[in-house]
Antibody, heavy 124, light 110 residues
Framework: QVQLVQSGAEVEKPGASVKVSCMAS????????LHWVRQAPGQRLEWMAW????????KYSQNFQGRVTITRDTSARAAYMELSSLTSEDTAVYYC?????????????????WGQGTTVTVSS | QSALTQPPSASGSPGQSVTISCTGT?????????VSWYQQHPGRAPKFMIY???KRPSGVPDRFSGSKSGNTASLTVSGLQAEDEATYYC??????????FGGGTKLTVL
């Protein structure tokens, strides 16, 4: 079945970087853009970025510009989110999610399949 | 971008209807028909409930409906059931390939 499986929980020190992976199965990887969304404890969902898994084009939220890098490996059917210069405010669950399309392949800007989430804890 | 505005909480008794609002601007909710809604239970990933303002993905009960007027979108849950108790988030396309989420509304079934 269609699913996104993310890498396991991470604990990092302030100032470090973290890289989270998102592996896709059950569909054509390069046909669907992947988004990254995070959720701090008890807080709202926050959109971070997306990647065109076909051509590698990326778009980053202004809130994370310069600190986040999204990549993909088509042979591995995986996308990666790397966040640098971590602070305690980056402690959150990070999700990857697949963009939903209509039957003509036009993006509808909703996300129909979500990974299970990866908990990143930043602590000294 | 600023988050879309949702009421922090809403409630209703089983069988009743509840409507949750999501207010943005002309640059997001008011400018595009790409409003989505998600249901999130504690400790779980969000679930896709509504797209393009009012359309339901396969498998979502027709008790869930969406609408939009101006800069405000709404999610209505009819015939409330205990399992509807969750936090609901709206999102909207915000132009230039950006997306924005709302602050979330915790729905309590009394």
């Amino acid at each position: 079945q269609v699913q996104l499986v993310q890498s396991g929980a991470e604990v990092e020190k302030p100032g470090a970087s973290v890289k989270v992976s998102c592996m896709a199965s059950g569909y054509t990887f390069t046909s669907y853009n992947l988004h990254w969304v995070r959720q701090a404890p008890g807080q709202r969902l926050e959109w971070m970025a997306w990647i065109n898994t076909g051509n590698g084009f990326t778009k980053y939220s202004q809130n994370f510009q310069g600190r986040v890098t999204i990549t993909r490996d088509t042979s591995a059917r995986a996308a990666y989110m790397e966040l640098s210069s971590l602070t305690s405010e980056d402690t959150a669950v990070y999700y990857c999610a697949r963009l939903y399309y209509d039957t003509s392949g036009y993006p509808l800007w909703g996300m129909d399949v979500w990974g299970q989430g990866t908990t990143v804890t930043v602590s000294s | 971008q600023s988050a879309l505005t949702q009421p922090p909480s809403a409630s209703g008794s089983p069988g009743q209807s509840v409507t949750i609002s999501c207010t943005g601007t002309r640059s997001d909710v008011g400018g595009y028909n790409y409003v989505s809604w998600y249901q999130q239970h504690p400790g779980r990933a969000p679930k896709f409930m509504i797209y393009e303002v009012s359309k339901r993905p396969s498998g979502v009960p027709d008790r869930f409906s969406g609408s939009k007027s101006g800069n405000t979108a709404s999610l209505t849950v009819s015939g409330l059931q205990a399992e509807d108790e969750a936090t609901y988030y709206c999102s909207s396309y915000a132009g230039s390939n950006n997306l924005v989420f709302g602050g979330g509304t915790k729905l309590t079934v009394l």
